[in-house]
């Protein structure tokens, strides 16, 4: 059965201060997505990661993949308050088309 | 226009009642998907749908029904409604690429009594 964890679920930082999200699963998959939720509202797709050290960015955020060590990441970069959100990995399969889902990660920038 | 849209937005409803979570979608996907999010625990999936006659549990599927009426729609019912169905229901859909990420509808909040 496929896990997804992430780590941390919240996290709370300075702006200007750099972070990393972990998402870690448990069984091989072709696929990794984040996603972002923002308060009361649906989920927005930031990045599709497909192979073994992939890496996309877009601006301040940074997600890469390790298909051998079943982990991905999430870089912040110079945090401002706008990425406060929830984010979210989900690992997938080509062949059943499902998503599995981390329970989330909550980050909160201070001004 | 948004892609996916739900309806209805918000609903309250005793316990024992049958409801139904309607979906439709204009960006001409193939596959369509229900969720249910539940603090803490992110979004596990109730039903998914590959095509017009292709209809799948998800992880979750006990106390829920689904039909697919159309390619554009996907509709999912709670028989008898129960307090701990209370949560926040997605509708997602997807094309069939190797790349294709999920689009999500606005979300329905869902309150049993």
């Known amino acids: 059965e496929l896990k997804v964890e992430q780590n941390p679920l919240f996290l709370s930082m300075q702006e200007g201060k750099n972070y990393t999200i972990y998402c870690n699963y448990s069984t091989t998959s072709d696929r990794l997505y984040w996603y972002r939720q923002d308060p009361g509202k649906s989920l927005e797709s930031l990045f599709v990661l497909l192979s073994n050290g992939a890496v996309k960015q877009e601006g301040r955020l940074m997600a890469s993949l390790d298909t051998k060590a079943r982990l991905s990441t999430l870089h912040i970069t110079a945090a401002v308050h706008d990425l406060s959100a929830t984010y979210f990995c989900?690992?997938?399969?080509?062949?059943?088309?499902?998503?599995?889902f981390g329970q989330g990660t909550t980050l909160q920038v201070k001004p | 226009d948004a892609d996916v849209t739900q309806t209805p937005r918000n609903r309250i409803t005793k316990t024992g009642k049958r409801i139904m979570l309607e979906c439709s979608q204009t960006?001409?996907?193939?596959?369509m998907y229900w969720y249910r999010q539940d603090p803490g625990l992110g979004l596990r999936l109730i039903y998914y749908s590959f095509d017009v006659k292709d209809i799948n549990k998800g992880e979750i599927s006990d106390g829920y029904s689904v039909s697919r009426q159309a390619q554009a729609k996907f509709s999912l019912s709670l028989e008898s409604a129960i307090p701990n169905q209370t949560a926040l229901y997605f509708c997602?859909?997807?094309?069939?690429?190797?790349?294709?990420?999920?689009?999500f509808g606005p979300g329905t909040r869902l309150l049993v009594l």
């Open positions: 997602a859909s997807s094309g069939t690429g190797s790349a294709e990420t999920q689009y």
């Open positions: 989900a690992v997938g399969s080509s062949n059943t088309g499902k998503l599995i």
């Open positions: 960006k001409g996907h193939d596959r």
